[in-house]
Structure formats: C-alpha cells, structure tokens
C-alpha cells in the first residue's frame, strides 16, 4: 500500500517536533540565542542521522546538546535524547536509548511512555500519554491485531508525517508484523523523502521478507534499488 505523497520539514516530525523540544515562543520576547541554536542543531542533525551522515549527524547532536545543557533542564535534554533514539528506530537501527534512560527520572510521562514505545513495549494506560501519530498503531500492538492482513501497512499509511510514519512501521515491526505491505509503506516513505539510511534499511528488510516467501523477483528488484544507493565508483 502506497502512501499519498506529502511534503514535510527534515527536521520535524516524529510526533515530537523541535518547537516542542526547544518550548520556542511565539509570542514572548525575543528567543534565547541557546533556543535558536539549538534548534538549529537539532534540524541539522536530524537531516544528517535520515542520510546516514553519520559523523556530521554526531556533531550536531551534541552541538544541540550543548546548548540545552546550558538551561540545567534535565527535560530538555532527555527530550533531545528521545528524538535521537527515535529518528534511530525510524531507520530499523532499534535498541535500548542510553542517553535518553540517564534521564529518564527527569523526563515527562509523556516521554516516558513514548521510549517505552520505541522498544514495543506499550499498555492501555499510556496509550493516550502517545504522540497522536503513533496511537493508532500503539492500539494494534495493545489489542493484539498486529497479525491481520493488511491492517498494519494500512494504519502506518494513513499517518501524515514521514517520520512518524517510519518510526510506526519500525516498532510495528518489532511487534511482529513483517508483511510485505508494511515494508512498502516504509520503502515509499524513505525513498519520497531521499533519506538514504532509513531507504537502505527498509530495502534490506524487504529483501530478507521477499527471500522468507521465496519471491526472489522481488529480492532481486529491491537489491536493484539498494545498489543505487551506493556511492559510484570514480570516474562515473
């Protein structure tokens, strides 16, 4: 199932954008030079981690890190940590959020439950705590209908964002739901947006569930496309 193109910023999404992250102002006095650089930073290294920038990605996050640590607001920062572990997961790169759990006792509820999410785990109770875009499927995974046909590939692509779409395919992934539907929904979102590290990964997925069916036509397409994504060799 192929999402509806839609256009969005490279450095928001996720459900948790960086004017959430940075609590900007819109009607206060004049943002904070550590505001505004922060959130350059972390639009910066959000585009970067998506390309698979890695070392510039890295720089810009503890840029972007440096800046909120100089509030003493453990939230902030934790925050920061969350939309990096999430940006991670949207590129299949799931695993436990270190920097995000050294703070975990400062974050919000809210936070909490959304890196409890990103390792799949959810209840009843902090469904409502979830970033809108991530609800619908947190329900699947809470009421066990992950497993029907069709159903995850089409809640993933009914979400506006990108972003939050990856990171839903991600977790809804990790609850078990490997179809190739889902995987195209994931595929078309990455390859829209030209995010070549999240593209590479959910490529490699689709090849892994293409050769589980024995469809090796549709490995052999995909592995196509992941050798595009390859840097030419000199001189072409």
Known sequence: MKPAPRTASRGMGLGLTLAALLTACSS????????LDAHAASTRALAAALDGKERVAALEFARAREQLSRTADPARVARLELLRC???TASLAQGACAGFEALRADATDADRAYADWLLGRINAQALPLLPAAQQAAAALVIGGGVGEAGRAAATVA?????????VAASVLLQAGQGDAALIDVAIDTASAQGWR????AWLQAGVRVAGLRGDEARASQLRRRLDLLRPAPDGR
């Not at 206060?28 to 505001?35: E, G, I, K």
């Not at 009914?158 to 990856?166: G, K, Q």
């Not at 590290?197 to 590479?200: N, Q």
């Open 86 to 88: 999430a940006v991670a």
């Open 158 to 166: 009914a979400i506006d964002d990108p972003l939050s779409r990856l």
């Open 28 to 35: 206060a006095p004049p943002v904070p030079d550590w505001q």
């Open 197 to 200: 590290r999240a593209l590479a």
